[in-house]
C-alpha cells in the first residue's frame, strides 16, 4: 500500500472512537431529559466511554500481537456497530451506561493496531511521517464532529445519533476488510503476555511518563477550553466553535511541518524541539493571564502550543516503538493507554473551584513542563547513550577485527 493510502485508512480507523464521544455532544441534555437521568449521569456517558477506549487497548494490543492485526480490529469495528445500536435503543440510563463502556473498550481496537499497523509498515523517520500523516487525518474529527453533531442534532434525536455511529461503525468494518491487509507475519506472533518485556526497555518507561503528561494537559484543554472562552471571554458559541476548529487546523499544520522536516532533523531532535516549544507556549499563555493580556493575549500562545504539540505526538510514538516491532502491538496499547491515565482525573479536579484561564493555564504549563524535565532530563541522555554504545561495537567491529586477522572489512 502506498504512504498516503494506508495513512488515510488507518486514520479513519484511528478516529471512529474518539468520534463516538464527539458526535453526541450536543445532545446530551436531550438524553437525559428522555432517560429520566441526571445531568451528571448523562455526562457519565462520556467518562465510562473514554475509560472504555483507555483499557481496552491493553487487550487488544496484545492480542494484534499474538493473532494478527485483521482479527482483533474486524471484531471491534463489527461490536462497535452493534454495540451503537444497543445504545439507540437503550431503555434506561443503567443499559446506556454498560453499553458505552462496551463501546470504548470495541472502539480502542482502532487506536492501538492503527498504530501497531504503522510500526509494521514503517520505522524511523519514515515511521515518522506515517504518523504525522495519521495524526493529520485524525485532527479532522474534532473539527467536522462537533458541527455534524449539532446539525444531526436538528434533524433527529440522541437515538438517532447512535442510529449514524452504526452506520459509521459498519463502513469502517468494510473498509478494514477490503483496504487492510495483514500486516503482522505468521510467523512473528506470540503470545500475549509481553508487557514484561516492553517495560523492562531502559527507555521505554520514560516515554509513557512524558505521554501521561501530555495527555494530562490536552484533557485539561479539551474540559476547559469552552468554559474559559465562553464565560470569561464571552464568546458566542459559534465564535468558540470557530477558534476551537483553528486550534485543530494548527495542530494539523504541525504533523505537516513535522512530517516535511523530519528526515532531515531526525526524530529526536524533533521531539525535543517539540517538547519544549509545547512547554514554552503553555508559559507563554500563563504570563498572558497573569498579566491580563486578553483573549488575544490567550489565543495566540494557545495556537502556538497546538502547533507545537501536533508536530510532537509521532516523534514520541516513533521513538518509543523502535525497539518493539516484535510486540509492537502490547508497546501501542501501552503508550495508548498512558495518554489516557491522568487526564480524565486531572481534569475534573481542576475545575472543582470553577473554571478559570489561570486555572487552565497553569495546569497546563505545569504538565507540558513536567513532560519537557523528563526530556532532557530522563530520555535524552539515555538516547545519547544507547547512540554512542551503537557507535563504539560498531567501530569494534569494523576495526580490531580488521587488526588482528585479515578482513573484507579493510580495502587492500
Known amino acids: 500500500m502506498r504512504p498516503r493510502r494506508i495513512a488515510v485508512v488507518l486514520g479513519l480507523l484511528e478516529i471512529f472512537g474518539p468520534i463516538s464521544m464527539d458526535l453526541y455532544l450536543p445532545v446530551l441534555p436531550q438524553l437525559a431529559d428522555d432517560l429520566g437521568a441526571s445531568e451528571s449521569l448523562a455526562q457519565a456517558t462520556m467518562s465510562v466511554c473514554m475509560l472504555g477506549l483507555a483499557f481496552g487497548q491493553l487487550v487488544l494490543g496484545p492480542l494484534s500481537d499474538r ?3 485483521r482479527p482483533p480490529l474486524l471484531a471491534g469495528t463489527g461490536l462497535f456497530a452493534v454495540l451503537s445500536l444497543v445504545c439507540a435503543v437503550a431503555p434506561s440510563i443503567e443499559l446506556l451506561l454498560a453499553a458505552r463502556l462496551l463501546q470504548g473498550l470495541c472502539g480502542s481496537a482502532g487506536i492501538v493496531i492503527s498504530l501497531a499497523v504503522a510500526r509494521d509498515v514503517a520505522e524511523g523517520a519514515e515511521l515518522v511521517r506515517l504518523l504525522a500523516m495519521l495524526t493529520t487525518v485524525g485532527a479532522l474529527a474534532p473539527i467536522v464532529a462537533p458541527v455534524v453533531g449539532g446539525q444531526l442534532a436538528t434533524v433527529m434525536g ?3 445519533i447512535f442510529v449514524v455511529l452504526a452506520g459509521i ?3 469502517l468494518f468494510l473498509l478494514a476488510v477490503t483496504a487492510l491487509p495483514e500486516t503482522r507475519a505468521s510467523t512473528a506472533r506470540r503470545r500475549a503476555s509481553e508487557f514484561g518485556a516492553v517495560l523492562r526497555d531502559p527507555l521505554f518507561p520514560w516515554f509513557l511518563l512524558v505521554s501521561t503528561c501530555g495527555g494530562a494537559a490536552f484533557f485539561t484543554y479539551l474540559a476547559s477550553v469552552s468554559f474559559v472562552l465562553q464565560d470569561n471571554f464571552s464568546l458566542s458559541p459559534r465564535v ?4 476551537f476548529a ?9 504533523a505537516l511541518i513535522n512530517r516535511a522536516v523530519v528526515r532531515r532533523a531526525g526524530p529526536a531532535r524533533m521531539y525535543t524541539i517539540g517538547t ?3 512547554a514554552l507556549a503553555a508559559l507563554a499563555m500563563l504570563m498572558a493571564v497573569l498579566l491580563g ?3 488575544v493575549g490567550v489565543l495566540i500562545p494557545l495556537a502556538l502550543l497546538m502547533l507545537a504539540a501536533g508536530g510532537t505526538q509521532a516523534n514520541g510514538s516513533a521513538l518509543a516503538l523502535a525497539e518493539h516491532g516484535e510486540r509492537a502491538g502490547t508497546a501501542a496499547a501501552l503508550l495508548g493507554t498512558s495518554s489516557f491515565a491522568l487526564g ?15 486555572s487552565m493555564s497553569l495546569t497546563i504549563t505545569v504538565a507540558y513542563g513536567c513532560a519537557a524535565a523528563l526530556v532532557w532530563l530522563a530520555v535524552l541522555p539515555r538516547l545519547r547513550a544507547i547512540v554512542g554504545a551503537d557507535r563504539i561495537a560498531y567501530r569494534i567491529r569494523h576495526s580490531r577485527c580488521c587488526e588482528v586477522i585479515p578482513c573484507p572489512h579493510r580495502r587492500p
Do not use: Y
Request: charged residues 5%; glycine residues 16%.
Open 276 to 278: 519544549t516549544a509545547t
Open 246 to 254: 483553528a486550534s485543530a487546523v494548527m495542530s494539523v499544520l504541525g
Open 293 to 295: 493580556a486578553g483573549l
Open 158 to 160: 440522541w437515538r438517532g
Open 67 to 69: 493473532f494478527g492485526r
Open 169 to 171: 461503525g459498519v463502513a
Open 240 to 243: 468558540f466553535s470557530l477558534c
Open 344 to 358: 480524565p482525573l486531572v481534569a475534573p479536579l481542576v475545575s472543582l473551584g470553577g473554571t478559570s484561564p489561570l
